[in-house]
């Protein structure tokens, strides 16, 4: 799983500056922070100006520093401190024994003293991806300041997708081999009646899938467009035994099919396409209108124009988003208006009141209605195998 990382290079003020703009600079910085999300990695580097110092003994600080320091502190040292305890960041180049030399970063005009002010800081819960942080003294970068370097290694978790597979919508020429498969299959069961209504369903359901898999089994023709011609489906075939075989002796027949399958394709749809166009030609001459305009469907898609007109109160059309956004607002106050008397609506009602038990005639109602073509729900089951079981799933 891809995570983003943000790097900050800063340069604090030197101990020219005031306190006052000191503190503008950690505010600018902590806002800078505070700006990135906390599931993304931020690394703060740069040269700080501030003397950490020694830091073997400041076990209660082991979150944000190591045991190997250098130098000794100063006052903008415990300011940088504090500003890493309070933003829950760790100073990487203090964390792992490396030589002195290996550790400071600027050199004092005059090779005086041998400091380290520049620093190279992660969120505390990052730490681990930093394996080790050291300068390099010999490189030539043109500075009194040493090349500062870290080595970085990010773990990133495996982002593991639910794939959801659509189930494929059953062929009407399947459906009368669909029943039959699932009455031979409920003849072999006992449903009892009077048994729960979900331990029922789950047996229904489970032999409607059941029949479904075995009539797919039986007709496991992969569905192609009808575009696709024979020798077309034939090197498409061909490729797929490749694939099953896994084996890097047939990579490059691999590709040449997949290469030949791509030109026969788009052989077979401009084929297809010039038949079509041919077609709207002759009943364009022949005047033959509806024809035509079938053939036109085939080749584009549905365009289904949106609009706001909605119906007022009164009837009359309107567009106007205000007036349509007025409108549904009324609508809904009056569909949620409780116009009962007070009387009327204190009417107390029995706590064990009961609702009528569901009739065979509704179900065979709801299943009359519906609509075909359309997506399974949870279930997994289509409104047209429901349907075509009849009386049966009645």
Not at 18 to 42: A, C, G, H, W
């Amino acid at each position: 799983m891809p995570c983003r990382m943000n790097l900050i290079v800063v340069y604090a003020p030197t101990a020219a500056s005031t306190e006052n703009e000191i503190d503008v600079f950690y505010q600018n910085l902590e806002d800078t922070l505070k700006s990135f999300p906390k599931r993304e990695i931020t690394v703060l580097m740069g040269d700080l100006n501030a003397k950490v110092g020694s830091t073997s003994f400041d076990d209660h600080l082991r979150d944000v520093v190591g045991k190997f320091g250098l130098g000794e502190r100063n006052d903008r040292g415990e300011m940088w401190l504090q500003f890493c305890t309070e933003n829950s960041l760790t100073i990487m180049n203090t964390c792992f024994e490396n030589h002195p030399r290996r550790l400071y970063t600027w050199i004092m005009p005059g090779d005086r003293c041998r400091n380290q002010i520049d620093y190279i800081a992660i969120d505390k819960r990052w730490r681990s991806c930093i394996r080790n942080t050291k300068t390099y003294p010999g490189a030539d970068c043109g500075s009194d300041h040493k090349l500062l370097m870290a080595e970085m290694i990010v773990k990133l978790k495996r982002c593991h997708r639910t794939i959801i597979r659509p189930q494929r919508r059953p062929n009407p020429r399947d459906l009368p081999s669909f029943r039959e498969c699932f009455e031979r299959k409920i003849a072999e069961i006992s449903l009892n009646l009077n048994d729960n209504i979900d331990t029922n369903w789950t047996a229904v359901k489970d032999l409607i899938l059941s029949a479904r898999n075995e009539i797919r089994t039986v007709n496991s023709d992969t569905p192609r467009n009808a575009w696709i011609t024979e020798e077309t489906w034939k090197a498409i075939k061909e490729r797929k035994a490749l694939l099953a075989g896994n084996t890097d002796a047939v990579h490059e027949d691999y590709k040449l099919l997949s290469a030949r399958i791509q030109r026969l394709c788009r052989r077979d749809y401009n084929q297809y396409l010039n038949s079509i166009c041919q077609d709207i030609e002759n009943h364009a001459q022949h005047l033959h209108t509806r024809d035509l305009f079938l053939k036109v469907k085939n080749i584009i898609r549905d365009v289904r124009p949106k609009t706001w007109t909605i119906d007022d109160a009164d009837g009359n059309l309107i567009s106007e988003i205000d007036l349509v956004t007025e409108r549904w607002r009324s609508y809904c106050e009056g569909l949620y208006a409780d116009n009962r008397s007070w009387e009327r609506a204190n009417i107390l009602i029995e706590q064990n009141h009961l609702e009528p038990d569901i009739l065979k005639s509704e179900v065979q109602n709801a299943l009359r209605k519906l609509r075909n073509n359309k997506s399974a729900g949870v279930d997994t089951i289509f409104a047209e195998e429901l349907k075509c079981l009849g009386d049966i799933a009645r």
